[in-house]
């Protein structure tokens, strides 16, 4: 159910002031670079754009599926905080208006869970379900912890059951999952640090060699035998770089 068509669309990332400036910025050094190095002419930045472009998807995603872990995360913690004020007697609807507060202390006004928690408040101050509500955020969201917690609660109200319990053990399949997530990144960590290298190592070789032979490499530059083969190296590059990618993503795939 759509209840607030303004709400924000964790699977597509919201920049923040100045971070769009700085992003397109980092991606036109990228594509300079790419042009100096592998054609030392300013006419190669029109076509490398489509490099530019694609880095500028690869960091929007990276950043959208950040977001979507930190939502995730801070969800938990909201939803241990229902549970308190359950066991204090709250109904399950106080309770989240009362976990804004406790919110607010841990992440901020302006956090991505107190801007869904104002949704909730709004949402229920106009006789919304709750259900309803906790659904269009699973919807928005994209992540699996909370459209699953979004399904048992729904479950759970309209078959009906001990909400605290229930919500207890939803809260604690998504913290082990939240945990082994973070046991994931710090065990890629080392390898995605020697990836980087290995992607940044050509340019420092290219690099070292042009500064302490300075022409060695021009036969390779402003000719069509030398721009075939620029192009056909920079083809190989990126075709490793993105075999790389494809390995990571596919490892981070397997052990989660």
């Known amino acids: 159910m759509k209840t607030n068509s303004r709400q924000r669309d964790y699977r597509s990332?919201?920049?923040k002031r100045g971070e769009l400036v700085r992003t397109i910025l980092v991606c036109a050094t990228v594509t300079?670079?790419?042009?100096?190095?592998?054609y030392r002419s300013l006419w190669a930045v029109v076509p490398l754009g489509a490099a530019g472009v694609c880095i500028f998807r690869e960091i929007r995603r990276k950043k959208a599926k950040k977001a979507r872990?930190?939502?995730?995360?801070?969800f938990r913690e909201c939803i241990l905080s229902v549970v308190s004020s359950l066991q204090a007697g709250y109904s399950v609807e106080n309770a989240f208006l009362e976990s804004e507060k406790d919110m607010e202390l841990m992440y901020g006004k302006h956090s991505l869970i107190g801007d869904e928690l104002i949704f909730v408040r709004r949402g229920l101050h106009i006789n919304i379900n709750l259900e309803d509500l906790l659904a269009d955020i699973a919807e928005r969201s994209g992540c699996v912890d909370i459209g699953e917690f979004a399904q048992i609660f729904a479950l759970a109200k309209r078959n009906g059951g001990n909400m605290t319990e229930i919500i207890k053990n939803s809260a604690g399949q998504i913290?082990?999952?939240i945990e082994l997530r973070q046991e994931v990144h710090v065990l890629l960590g080392g390898k995605q640090m020697e990836l980087l290298i290995m992607k940044l190592m050509p340019f420092g070789i290219l690099l070292y060699v042009g500064m302490g032979n300075p022409g060695y490499f021009d036969s390779l530059y402003h000719n069509l035998t030398g721009i075939a083969i620029m192009t056909g190296c920079l083809a190989v590059y990126s075709g490793a770089y993105a075999l790389g990618?494809?390995?990571?993503s596919?490892?981070?795939a397997q052990l989660l």
């Open 250 to 252: 596919g490892i981070e």
């Open 175 to 177: 913290g082990k999952r």
């Open 32 to 38: 300079g670079a790419l042009a100096y190095f592998f």
């Open 245 to 248: 990618e494809s390995v990571m």
């Open 69 to 74: 872990d930190q939502l995730a995360e801070q």
């Open 13 to 15: 990332y919201q920049w």
